[in-house]
């Protein structure tokens, strides 16, 4: 059976709902706990976010909290109503389905977040499985993390769509993963899309929509 696998944060929701929220909202908690200024708590923060990038850690709620003495999934729900799905997702949802095509959400999402925007969003519903990577113990960045995908969703290469607006996770999966890679160039509504030569690349799902 063909199946497409989507990832979620950038790619069928807003990006800047992330973006807000890790550049500025817990910043300004941060300083606001520790008395800082802001200025300091983001020169603080920052090199802290960039060692964990691309590490299982990074996705990480409960590491977060601990590591930062902040409620992090808290703070999201405190400012969840900028939680949004991107332009024309929903559309290809449903056209996807129409096809018969195995629709699986593969994300680095902590459960906790996870939970918080399918409850906002409601897309669980067009999914016929939704895998969080700390479930399977390696973020997408890792090659490893595709074929031990294949233990929880076993799935043909030749025949998956993967659409992610990761590099390094494209670049992970080419190594070991869904054959048919795309990016997307346009994450964050608030920002102006991002030019993509290494992958083939969408602005939205318009550009992806199923003819059959």
């Not at 200024?37 to 850690?57: D, H, I, N, V, W």
């Amino acid at each position: 059976m063909r199946s497409v696998f989507l990832d979620m944060d950038g790619t069928l929701l807003d990006l800047n709902f992330d973006n807000h929220f890790w550049l500025e909202f817990v910043p300004m908690r941060y300083a606001a706990h520790y008395r800082l200024s802001l200025a300091a708590a983001k020169a603080e923060l920052a090199p802290r976010f960039r060692a964990m990038e691309g590490r299982l850690e990074w996705y990480c709620l409960d590491y977060w909290s601990d590591a930062l003495r902040l409620d992090i999934p808290a703070m999201k729900t405190e400012i969840a109503g900028l939680i949004a799905v991107l332009p024309h997702v929903t559309e290809f949802l449903e056209a996807v389905r129409s096809t018969g095509t195995r629709l699986v959400l593969v994300t680095n999402a902590h459960p906790k977040s996870l939970g918080l925007k399918l409850e906002k969003t409601a897309l669980n519903v067009f999914f016929d499985a939704i895998i969080s990577s700390h479930a399977i113990g390696l973020p997408k960045e890792d090659p490893m993390f595709w074929q031990s995908l294949q233990e929880t969703e076993p799935y043909e290469p030749a025949t998956t769509l993967l659409v992610d607006d990761s590099l390094p996770v494209l670049r992970a999966a080419r190594r070991s993963g869904p054959e048919h890679l795309v990016a997307v160039r346009k994450a964050d509504s608030k920002r102006a899309p991002v030019a993509i030569d290494e992958f083939p690349a969408i602005v939205d799902f318009r550009e992806l929509m199923p003819t059959e």
